[in-house]
């Protein structure tokens, strides 16, 4: 063959968390060197992969209507004589339920696990020839780390960087430990080279995940276990490298010394998600979580002392099996106690195969709604007055992209807000102070001291 083929065109959907917006972007490194380059939207790409959630059941639920719809695309696209399509599931529905989807969805071409997507180039090659070797769904997250190209794509100055999968915690409502396997930290040297490679590469800051990542243990040069501490001082010597975060983690896995990093190391942001999903210890216990909310509490308060201006983040369940208005209040004054900067609460979903999808007083559907909106007003009502206490500060503001108007600048400041300036586009992947100047419903905005407006339109 001569000339260069037209590039392949490739569309990923990605669902779920960010280890799913990860692993998406992974996929793509490992597939641009077969020629294919990322599209924007399905219609007439080459290569489909949906990259799912099984968290809760909707999100398992939108792959199947989405298969549906790509179905008829792929049909369309033949019945006009522009060739086909081959269709992926990949991510934690592909792992849980691979074998459903073969037969449910005939028309998906290949099913991949999370830990199998780094072999896509093969697999896409035999399940275009042959029928049956369809499923990948293998469970070891070495083999991928050590398989994945070095060389990744950079799309802006902020990274996510997975150090660890997989959970042993087993709280009782919860798909990850069956679907990301046990957990297993990835190697110091393995993390660092990577990170080495984004901070040439412009980047200046990295989110490292995990299921559990505070439980990293990955282990260093002399194959001793290091902690997620020691590995974020290790990062934050690298050259370029300005600011570190790090999500999801576990109130018993929260060290001294993670603790004390946070007190120490400027680079590690003062934003912390610490799910705590439930105030009440019955429902702590039925969750098996291991910890009271009184440890919680406690916890927060010890993180406060070492980083007073750390902003919290959590996930809250309201509606699991058992639980009553009490144990319900018992959440709100949990919240009221902590002081919330942002968080995420969930109606409890049912999950096939999880402790609690069996156990007795599951709670009507109406009354977790009621729930949920009463602990979302309470949480938005926190978010707000956190946002509302930085105005008239000077944070320090990470531009990462263009306004939606000409002139304006959108960036991050350390808690996780968007800021949004009037500033040159020439500032994006700097670290700018910035006055912060209104606290708008979804993001702050500011202006750049007279001295930084100055340089930056010079
Ligand atoms: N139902 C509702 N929310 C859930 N989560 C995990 N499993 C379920 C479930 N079965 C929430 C938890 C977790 C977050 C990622 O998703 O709050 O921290
Ligand atoms: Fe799920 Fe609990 Fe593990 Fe988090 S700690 S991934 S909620 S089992």
Known sequence: ??????????????????????????????????????????????????????????AAEKVYSEIGRLRVMREEKQAAGLGTSTIVVAGCVAQAEGEQIMARAPAVDLVVGPQAYHQLPELIARASRAKGERLAADFAPEDKFDALPSDRAVTGPTAFLTVQEGCDKFCTFCVVPYTRGAEWSRPVASVLAEA???????????????????????????????????????????EGLDRIRYTTSHPNDFSDDLIAAHGELEELMPYLHLPVQSGSDKILRAMNRKHSAQKYIDLIGRIREAR?????????????PGETEKDFEDTLNLVRQIGHASAFSFKYSRRPGTPAS????????????????????????????????LVGRTLPVLFEK???????????????????????????????PVRIEAAGPNSLSGALPQQEMAQATA
């Open 402 to 432: 263009r306004g939606r108007h000409a002139g304006q600048a959108i960036g991050r400041s350390p808690y996780l807000q968007g800021v949004h300036v009037e500033a040159a586009e020439q500032l994006i992947g700097r670290i700018v």
């Open 308 to 320: 007073p201006d750390i902003a919290i983040s959590g996930d809250f369940i309201v509606g699991f």
């Open 196 to 238: 080495r490679a984004l901070a040439e590469k412009g980047v200046r800051e990295v989110t490292l995940l995990g299921q559990n990542v505070n439980a990293y243990n990955g282990l260093d040069e002399s194959g001793a276990p290091s902690s997620l501490a020691a590995l974020a001082r290790a990062l934050a010597k690298i």
């Open 1 to 58: 063959m001569t000339g260069t083929a037209a590039p392949k065109r490739l569309y990923i959907k990605t669902y779920g968390c960010q280890m799913n917006v990860y692993d998406s972007e992974r996929m793509a490194d490992v597939l641009r060197p077969l020629g294919y380059a990322m599209s924007d939207q399905p219609e007439g790409a080459d290569l489909v992969v949906l990259n799912t959630c099984h968290i809760r059941e909707k």
């Open 358 to 389: 069996a156990m007795p007083g599951q709670v009507a559907p109406e009354v977790a709604d009621e729930r949920l909106q009463r602990l979302n007003a309470l949480l938005e009502a926190q978010r707000q007055d956190f946002c509302a206490s």
